[in-house]
Each structure stands twice: as C-alpha cells, then as structure tokens.
C-alpha cells in the first residue's frame, strides 16, 4: 500500500497548513503511520508519528506547533502545522508500518521499502 501526501503550499513564516495521508484505491486502516518531511540538501528526517490507540510523538523541533491526528475510521491521517517557521520548508511525506507496531528505531530509519509522492511545504519569511 501506497501512502499519499496532500495539502502542501505556501505560507508566510507564522502560518498554518494541514496536511492529509491516505491511500488511494485502499480500504486498509492506517493505525500506524507517520509525517517525514527531506529539505534541499538535508537527509529525511521523522516529524511525528502516531500509533494505533492514538498515542503520538514528535520531533523535538516541531513539539507544541505540529499535531499529528486521524479520522475515526483511520482512513486519513492528518499533520495541522502551525506557527510555520522557514526552517520547516521541505517535502513531506506520510509512510509507516500501517497495521503493526515496530520499535522507535524503524520509525526513524523509515525503511518502508516505497514511498508515495510527497507534498511540498514552503515557508517564506
């Protein structure tokens, strides 16, 4: 299963964007899914993940302005993001195990084999 991103665009540093996860052509529940987010020239790095009964974590740069959350039939899964800040530009992109848990260090190694197009997010000052 394919994961897609949606909902990037451009906003001035202080704004807000939401961005959406789901996967097209899918019925699959996404329990376990995260945001990753690759700026230019920068390695991908994981934003915030959340977990089937809805327990989440965040990357230290991003805790108390990003919210990772999901609808009730855990078929979208959202990143509301606010107080943007122009270091936050990067594509984002939503991947996971989907239906298992794994360990904190396969969320942050990401090694989902395939990822979806990713959505861009650009922050201007």
């Known amino acids: 299963v394919q994961l897609q991103a949606s909902g990037g665009g451009l906003v001035q540093a202080g704004g807000s964007l939401r961005l959406s996860c789901t996967a097209p052509g899918s019925t699959v529940r996404l329990k376990y899914v995260g945001w990753y987010r690759q700026a230019p020239g920068k390695q991908r790095e994981l934003v915030a993940y959340?977990?089937?009964?809805?327990?989440?974590w965040y990357a230290d740069s991003v805790k108390d302005r990003f919210t990772i959350a999901r609808d009730s039939a855990k078929t979208t899964v959202y990143l509301q993001m606010n107080s943007l800040k122009v270091e936050d530009t990067a594509a984002y992109y939503c991947?996971?195990?989907?239906?298992?848990?794994?360990?904190?260090?396969?969320?942050?190694?990401?090694?989902?084999?395939?990822w979806g197009q990713g959505t861009l997010v650009t922050v201007s000052s």
């Open positions: 959340i977990q089937s009964a809805g327990s989440t």
């Open positions: 991947n996971g195990p989907i239906n298992e848990p794994i360990p904190y260090g396969n969320w942050l190694r990401g090694d989902y084999g395939s």
